[in-house]
Each structure stands twice: as structure tokens, then as C-alpha cells.
């Protein structure tokens, strides 16, 4: 397939997406900056998240540049490396947090980053993320060109072992349920589009739901959050309830950047997990449905991309991008507006932090890079016409022997 221009609508969402986070940071960074000071007697200068966010956004797209840029075939051959320094790390992590470490950063019962200083910590996680994309794309399509997808030694013993470890050091070891519900999208939507036959995709699908009931009725911490997700009394309901206030009180066209009330230490996590309350609150009903319609209209995108790839392995690399972006955008969205429980997980390129934001921004330089290999024609036209032409020359060369 020739190269051709990418698919320039990704890029200009991202792009914009980054800006709309840039001016949440900007507008309620000194807020925070009181919050924090207040809370733990530090002195956080009242731009410093700013100028902390101007710097992430720079790095990733300097990331997403690189991931455009670098060949997929480069990339590719790094996949089991990306994977296992991914789970070398999350394994580093436990036993730092296990040791009482000051390394490792744990909140709200979870031990996610590596604490790096004051604003700046390292979740291991987004390493995982993309190497068990690149991992299981390539296993998977050279598994279905081989005729070897149904094979229990060939393709679902390493499948298993990998998805095991990963939802094992994710979700048991770092008690980070939020990415493991991400984990899981991606494995279920890059197994669904790989070919396999349904009562497999169904048989693991059930795995999963499983191992995920077993994770939460085995965590007391996840338990209560679950049984007080509706009380009134819970710190969770109280984080909702601050949030459908903030989402409320921005109306139809909001108050305006820098005059959020939420923002000034009622509403939790406000430039972080929150950000879509506070959106709400800044640029009201209007602001929030032009958010929601960029999201939509990316991972439409990424979905278009996907059809339109010929190679398998490619294909099933962006199937697992769109898995992970939309896993974030919907379990993010729905906890703000009450109809999930908390699991604190960002809004993707527009939640305050790096390694969330920088790895995002890799995998949609990735796809980025493979839109500029798409056919004209989707993958299930190209099939029919393949099956049509096989036909027509069969036919006529039946007709020449008679």
C-alpha cells in the first residue's frame, strides 16, 4: 500500500483537545494551588500546575510527532520489550509501595506512580497499555495468517499468560480497578476484531466479567465504594454530588473561565479525574457537547481508520487505540455525571498530568501514522470484490476447458 496523507481530522482533535486543556489548567490551576497549600502547608507558586501542563502538552506532542514519524515497522519490533519493561515496572512499583517506599505514590487506596517530586509522578501503567497493543496485534495476526487462532499452545496459552499478568499486576498487586476496566477493553475489542470464533470471544469475555466480581468482592475498599455509591453519606456520593453541581451550575453557556466555584476545593480531584465537571461549570451544556461531539467524532475516526486498513496487524493496532481511548472517555464521563462508580480514571489529553497525556498522545501519533496506509475501500468491500473476481475467473476458465 502507497503512502499517502494522514488522516488530518485526528491530528487537528488532538491538537484541540490539548488547547481546551490547557485553559482548564490555566483558568483553575491557581484554585488548586490554594487547595494544596491549604491542605498539606506546602507552597506551590499559583501557576505552577500551568506551566506544569504547558510542559506536558509540549513533550507529548514532541511524542506524538515521533510515534507519526518513527516507521511501524520499527516500532513493531519493540513490542515485547514495551510489554515487559511495562510489567517490570508495575512489579517494581508493588514492591517499592509494599516496602513503604517513598517512591511509590499511592492514593484513595490505589499505588499507581512512581513519585518523582512534588508535580511529578510516573504511572507504569501507560507503558503496559501500549506494549499489550503491539503485543497482541502482532500475535494475533500472525496467529489468523497462520490458521493457528483456535490453537491452545500457539495463540491462547501466550494470550493468557500475558493478559493474566498484565490484569494481575494492574488490578490485584497496584489496586488500580479504573485502568484495569481499560486493560480489559483493550483485550475484548482486539479479540473481538481478530478473527476468533464467537463462543471463544464469549468464553473469555465471561473470564473476565468473572476475574472483574472476584477483584471487587475480594477489596474492602472497592466493596464499600460500591455499597455507599449511592448513599449520601459517602465520600464518593459527596465527590458526585459536587460534580453534578458543578455540571449544574455552568447552565447552558457557563460561567466562564476562571470563575468556577467547585474548582476552589469543593469538588475533588478538579483539574484531574474531574475535569469534565469543571468543563461543565466553565462552558456550560454548550461547552460540554462540543467536548463529547470532538471525542465522538476521534474515535470515529480511529474506527474509519481501521476499516480501512488492509493489514491485519495494523488494523487491530488502532482497534486497541480506540478500545483505550474510549474506555477512558466513557468510564471518565459517566462517573462524573452519577451514572458509574468512581474509579479514577483521567479525561483523556484534557486531565492534568504527563505520563496519561504523553502516551495517549503515542498511540495517536501511531494512528496518525497508519491512516497514511489505508485503501480506498473498506475492508468488508474489498472482501466481497475479492470473492466476486475469484469467481469471475473461475467461471471463465471453466467455460475455456469446455
Known sequence: ????????????????????????????????????????????????????????????????????????????????????????????????????????????????????????????????????ILYLAGLMAERKKEGKLESWPDFWLPFAVVCGLALLFVVVIQRDLGTGVTLMAIILGMLFMSGVKLRYFMMVLGIILVAGVLAIVSSPHRIERLLTFSSEESSDSYHIE????????????????????????????????????????????VGLLAIVACFTTLLLRLLRTANFLHDDEQELVVVGIFAW??????????AMTGLLPLTGITLPLLSYGGTSMMFTAVALGLALQLSCYTSREPRNERTVKRAENVSRRQGSMNRRLD
Open 325 to 334: 481511548i474510549t474506555a477512558h472517555v466513557v468510564v471518565n464521563i459517566a
Open 242 to 285: 459536587n460534580a453534578m453541581i458543578a455540571i449544574g451550575s455552568g447552565g447552558l453557556m457557563g460561567v466562564g473561565p476562571g470563575n468556577s466555584v467547585q474548582a476552589t476545593g469543593y469538588l475533588p480531584e478538579s483539574i484531574n479525574d474531574s475535569v469534565f465537571a469543571v468543563l461543565g461549570e466553565t462552558f456550560g451544556f
Open 1 to 132: 500500500m502507497r503512502k499517502h496523507k494522514s488522516d488530518r481530522i485526528i491530528g487537528a482533535l488532538t491538537v484541540v483537545l490539548l488547547g481546551v486543556g490547557l485553559i482548564m489548567i490555566y483558568a483553575i490551576g491557581p484554585m488548586r494551588a490554594n487547595v494544596v497549600n491549604a491542605a498539606y502547608g506546602s507552597n506551590v507558586g499559583e501557576n505552577s500546575f500551568f506551566f506544569h501542563q504547558v510542559a506536558c502538552v509540549l513533550v507529548s506532542l514532541l511524542a506524538l510527532i515521533l510515534a507519526f514519524k518513527m516507521p511501524y515497522s520499527f516500532i513493531r519490533k519493540f513490542g515485547k520489550v514495551i510489554l515487559i519493561l511495562g510489567l517490570v515496572m508495575c512489579g517494581l512499583l508493588a514492591l517499592l509501595a509494599l516496602a513503604g517506599s517513598g517512591l511509590a505514590k499511592c492514593e484513595l487506596g490505589a499505588c499507581r506512580w512512581f513519585n518523582l517530586g512534588t508535580l511529578l509522578s510516573f504511572q507504569p501503567a501507560e507503558v503496559l497499555k501500549l506494549g499489550l
